[in-house]
């Protein structure tokens, strides 16, 4: 079994919609979780960061933590075609060795 | 600042010869990490630097891959002799605290 876990998809939704994504983790020494948006062909860029249970917002996305049972989700509202892309969870203890999900793909047409 | 820059963008080699992947990490960041994503096994850590020092090189998945960073704005990625398994995408990150990590473009390799 993998450390993380992540429906890799295909998601796709209409445009306006809200994308949830989510992923789950079996290791407890997790302690900081990200996601990263990857274009096709392009590295990965960090979307969101955070650090304790809880919800973090940063225009129109959300991302919320649940240490207790060791699940992440994003959140996409007013989804737009330009999110269109792999999201990648990822976890890190204290070691700087971060371990991604598989990624989901979301398409979203307009 | 150009952000982490990678070389080359696309290698296509035959089986057995060397390939040699270059990146340079983004001015001032003290961490570099190497990563392979495939198809099947997503994105993987190989090997990872701390002021140009190898801290963990637990994930290069054989002796015939080997990495060096002989100063703080590059880095190697070797691979002697490559294999068709070795074809993936090769990403060089880096960070400056170790946990925000910013990822190159990336060298999409392909070994026939």
């Known amino acids: 079994q993998k450390e993380v876990e992540q429906d890799p998809g295909p998601l796709s939704v209409p445009e306006g919609a809200i994308v949830s994504l989510n992923c789950t983790y079996s290791n407890s020494a997790f302690q900081y979780f990200m996601w990263y948006r990857q274009y096709s062909r392009k590295g990965p860029e960090l979307l969101m960061y955070?650090?304790?249970?809880g919800n973090k917002e940063d225009g129109r996305f959300t991302a919320q933590v649940d240490k207790s049972s060791k699940y992440i989700s994003l959140f996409i509202r007013d989804s737009q075609p330009s999110d269109s892309a792999t999201y990648l969870c990822?976890?890190?203890?204290?070691?700087?060795?971060?371990?991604f999900g598989a990624g989901t793909t979301v398409t979203v047409r307009a | 600042d150009a952000g982490v820059i990678q070389s080359p963008r696309h290698e296509v080699t035959e089986m057995g010869q060397e390939v040699t992947l270059r990146c340079k990490p983004i001015s001032g960041h003290d961490y570099l990490f190497w990563y392979r994503q495939t198809m099947m096994r997503g994105l993987e850590l190989l090997i990872y630097?701390?002021?140009?020092?190898?801290?963990?090189d637990s994930g290069m998945p054989e002796d015939r891959f080997s990495a060096k960073m002989p100063n703080a704005s590059f880095s190697t990625l070797k691979i002697q002799p490559s294999e068709p398994r070795d074809s993936a995408v090769y990403f060089c990150?880096?960070?400056?605290?170790?946990?925000?990590?910013?990822f190159g473009p990336g060298t999409r390799l392909t070994v026939l």
């Open positions: 990822a976890m890190i203890e204290d070691d700087y060795k971060l371990s």
């Open positions: 630097f701390n002021n140009n020092v190898p801290i963990d």
């Open positions: 990150a880096s960070s400056i605290a170790g946990d925000t990590q910013y």
């Open positions: 955070t650090y304790s249970s």
